[in-house]
């Protein structure tokens, strides 16, 4: 013999209210200042054989932060370890063509 259930009433979930926890909800991209940055490259160049692994689990930053972070110090100095947005360089289709017209413009006019 089975025993079915009855459904709940309405009445006995409208009672019920889900607060969402915080350390569950979506985390969002790390940002690291320029200062912070050249101090991991500094204290990663100064260590040991065997060190640098210590340093990125407690900074819990991946081997290829640093090396970039390094590729962007040795080419463009502190400068390129300030980047303002994570992502690729914006497009300079739009700005080119606007040049185009203008040097267009200025040589289709006549000579005084």
């Not at 994570?86 to 005084?112: M, T």
Request: charged content about 30%; glycine content about 6%; aromatic content about 6%.
């Amino acid at each position: 013999m089975q025993v079915r259930q009855m459904p709940k009433s309405r009445s006995d979930s409208s009672n019920t209210q889900v607060t969402p926890n915080p350390e569950l909800e979506k985390r969002t991209r790390r940002r690291f200042p320029a200062e912070y940055k050249l101090r991991i490259v500094a204290e990663a160049d100064a260590c040991k054989h065997g060190e640098l692994g210590g340093i990125l689990r407690r900074e819990k930053l991946y081997s290829n932060q640093l090396a970039d972070w390094r590729r962007e110090y040795a080419e463009h100095g502190v400068k390129g370890l300030s980047k303002s947005l994570p992502g690729p360089a914006p497009s300079l289709h739009g700005q080119n063509k606007n040049l185009k017209l203008k040097f267009a413009s200025v040589v289709s006019r006549p000579l005084l």
